[in-house]
C-alpha cells in the first residue's frame, strides 16, 4: 500500500464541500461550539505538519499527544501523518515518572500538549532534551492566549504559513504508536503500520457498504465515499488517547465524516445528550458499562428529554458490555445498534456482538473474527465445543511489534505452525457452533484453591445486583487458598454496603469457589479515565483494607 491515513483524507477532502463538518467541539453542557469544516480541517493540518518538519524532526519521528478530547488531538494525528510522523498517546492521568517514561520511552521528538498540564511538561523538560518542539493547546482554542516561555501555541501553528498540501510520498508502512498500560508492568508501545490497522478495521468499508473490496487507492476508495447517503457524526465518550475513541475517529474520517467532542473533563452524561441532540451524531463510543451505566441512568432521570433520533449506534470495545444496561439503552431508543467488539491495542478484530431491538447476544459471547484461532498455552489449537480455555489469537493484520522490546514481542506475537499471531492474553472457550465466550485477561486470572477464576464472570455476575454500580474482582495473597476471590465494589448513590447480601447473591449464580471471600466497599477509583479496569489500584486497596502487605 503506497499511502497512509494522510493520502486516504486528503483524497477525501478533495471530493467533500469545504464547509462540510470535519471536527465539532461541542460548548459546556451541550451548548453551541466550534465547528471546523473539512477545507479548514485540511489547511490547518498542512500548516502543523510544515511546522514539525521545520522544527527538524525526520521521516518517523514521534510526536507525543498529551491532551484531553479536543479537536486539537485529531488535528496533531492529521498533521503527524501527513508529515509522516508517529502518533504516540499519553495517558494524561499520568504524573511525573510515568509521565516522563512515555515520553522518553516513545524518543519523542515533538510534545503537543494541553494548557492545563503546562506545569507537568515544565518539571519535566530538562530530563527530555530530545524534545524539539513543544507546542502548547490554549484553553477554548484562543489565538491570543499566552502559553509557556518554552512552548510555541498550536493555535499559532495552524492558523500561520503555508497552507498548501505538503506534496510528499507517503507509505503504508508508515507507523503509529499506541501506548498500552495493560493490566501489569509498564506501559507498552504497540506499533502499528497504517496498512496493517487499516486492513485489521476492514479497508474502508461502510455500514452502507460492509461487504466493498479493498480499494486500488486513496482516489478509489474517496469516490466511494463521495457516493455515500450520509456523512456520519461519531462522538468519542471515551478518551482520544484510548485505542477505542482514537481508532473511531479514524474510522470516521476515512468515511468522510465528522469527529464530535465535549468539553467536560469527565464524562457528563447530561452533556453528552445534548451534545447528541443539538448536532445530530450517529454514533457513540464508549468503553463499556463504566460509561454505558451513568449514560442510561440520565436518560431514566429525565424519560423524554432528549432527541436521540439521529442516534444509529452505539460501539463499545475493551471491556464486556452488560446485557440489562443494553436493553435499557435500547427502551429509550429502539432504532439504534448496540456493538461490542472484542479487540485490543494489539490486535483487533477478533470477534464481535451486536444487539438491537430484535435480538441479543449474551454477555461475553462473540462471533469470531476472520483470521482468528484460539489456542491453549502450549499452541495447540483448541477444538470447538471441548469447553478447553485457551488463549485467542490473531493473523493478518496485525502489529508490528512492542516499540523497544523484542522480548515481549516474541511473546506476544509468536509464530505458530509458520504463521505470525497477536496474543494480547485474553482467555475464552469455543462453542461448538464456533462462537466465543470471553472469560477474561490471563494476568489477572485469580488460582483459588487449585482453581481458576477469571474475574470478568464474577464482576458480570456482581453487576447485576440492584445496589452495584461497579466492581472489580481480584486475587489476594491467602495461606489456606492461595489467592483469595475479593471483590472490590462500588455501589449506586444512597445504597447500604451489605457485604453477606452481595456474597449470597453470587452464591446463587456462580460455583461456590468462584463466591468472593471478601467484599470490600470501593475506597478507590475502578476505572482509568479510559474506562479500563484498574486491577493494580484495586488489588492494593484490597490488601491495605485486610491489613495485607502490598
Not at 55 to 60: H, I, L, R
Not at 435 to 440: A, E, I, S
Amino acid at each position: 500500500m503506497a499511502w497512509n491515513y494522510a493520502d486516504i483524507f486528503e483524497a477525501i477532502a478533495d471530493r467533500t464541500p469545504p464547509e462540510t463538518p470535519a471536527l465539532i467541539h461541542a460548548g459546556p453542557g451541550g451548548s453551541e461550539g466550534r465547528v471546523i469544516g473539512w477545507g479548514d480541517f485540511m489547511t490547518r493540518t498542512n500548516r502543523l505538519a510544515r511546522h514539525f518538519l521545520a522544527a527538524g524532526v525526520e521521516t518517523g519521528d514521534k510526536v507525543a499527544h498529551y491532551m484531553r478530547n479536543t479537536p486539537a488531538y485529531v488535528e496533531a494525528y492529521t498533521a503527524a501523518f501527513k508529515a509522516r510522523l508517529v502518533h504516540v498517546n499519553v495517558n494524561f492521568r499520568y504524573l511525573d515518572e510515568e509521565l516522563w517514561y512515555i515520553l522518553d520511552n516513545s524518543d519523542s521528538r515533538v510534545v503537543v500538549f494541553g494548557a492545563e498540564f503546562r506545569e507537568q511538561v515544565r518539571a519535566l523538560r530538562p530530563r527530555l532534551p530530545g524534545v524539539k518542539l513543544w507546542v502548547e493547546v490554549p484553553p477554548d482554542d484562543r489565538l491570543d492566549a499566552e502559553v509557556a516561555d518554552f512552548a510555541v501555541s498550536f493555535e499559532k501553528l495552524a492558523n500561520t504559513g503555508d497552507g498548501s498540501r505538503l506534496g510528499i510520498e507517503r507509505s503504508g508502512k508508515d507507523m503509529l504508536f499506541i501506548y498500552t498500560g495493560g493490566t501489569t508492568g509498564m506501559p507498552k508501545g504497540v506499533m502499528w503500520e497504517h496498512e496493517a490497522l487499516w486492513d485489521a478495521t476492514g479497508s474502508g468499508a461502510s455500514l452502507f457498504n460492509p461487504d466493498a473490496p479493498a480499494p486500488k487507492s486513496p482516489e478509489e476508495h474517496a469516490e466511494r465515499v463521495a457516493a455515500l447517503p450520509l456523512r456520519a457524526k461519531m462522538l468519542p465518550a471515551c478518551p482520544l488517547m484510548h485505542g477505542t475513541g482514537m481508532i473511531s475517529a479514524f474510522n470516521s474520517h476515512t468515511q468522510g465524516g465528522c469527529v464530535v467532542t465535549v468539553p467536560e473533563i469527565n464524562l457528563d452524561p447530561d452533556a453528552l445528550w445534548k451534545t447528541v441532540q443539538r448536532y445530530g451524531v450517529n454514533s457513540i463510543a464508549i468503553v463499556g458499562d463504566a460509561f454505558a451505566k451513568p449514560m442510561l441512568r440520565c436518560l431514566d432521570e429525565n424519560p423524554g428529554a432528549y432527541n436521540l433520533s439521529s442516534l444509529f449506534g452505539i460501539l463499545s470495545s475493551g471491556v464486556m458490555w452488560s446485557p440489562e444496561v443494553k436493553q435499557g439503552l435500547l427502551r429509550h431508543h429502539a432504532k439504534m445498534i448496540l456493538v461490542d467488539s472484542f479487540g485490543a491495542s494489539e490486535a483487533v478484530g477478533f470477534g464481535r456482538s451486536q444487539t438491537s431491538a430484535e435480538g441479543t447476544t449474551e454477555v461475553a459471547k462473540f462471533a469470531i473474527g476472520d483470521d482468528c484461532k484460539v489456542f491453549t498455552e502450549d499452541h495447540r489449537e483448541v477444538e470447538p465445543g471441548s469447553g478447553v480455555p485457551g488463549f485467542i489469537a490473531r493473523c493478518g493484520a496485525i502489529p508490528a511489534g512492542y516499540y523497544k522490546d523484542p522480548e515481549k514481542t516474541a511473546k506476544t506475537f509468536p509464530v505458530i505452525n509458520g504463521v505470525r499471531y497477536s496474543i494480547p492474553g485474553d482467555w475464552c472457550t469455543v462453542e461448538k457452533d464456533g462462537t466465543l465466550t470471553l472469560l477474561g485477561r490471563g494476568s489477572v486470572c485469580i488460582n483459588s484453591g487449585g482453581e481458576k477464576i477469571y474475574p470478568e464472570e464474577v464482576e458480570e455476575v456482581i453487576k447485576t445486583h440492584p445496589q452495584v454500580e461497579d466492581v472489580l474482582v481480584v486475587g489476594v495473597p491467602d495461606e489456606k487458598w492461595g489467592q483469595a476471590v475479593t471483590g472490590v465494589v462500588k455501589l449506586l448513590p444512597g445504597a447500604n454496603f451489605n457485604e453477606e447480601d452481595l456474597r449470597a447473591h453470587v452464591r446463587k449464580n456462580l460455583a461456590a469457589y468462584k463466591v468472593p471471600k471478601r467484599m470490600l466497599p470501593a475506597g478507590v477509583a475502578l476505572r482509568a479515565a479510559n474506562g479500563k479496569a484498574d486491577y493494580k489500584s484495586a488489588a492494593n486497596f484490597a490488601k491495605t483494607s485486610l491489613g495485607l502487605p502490598v
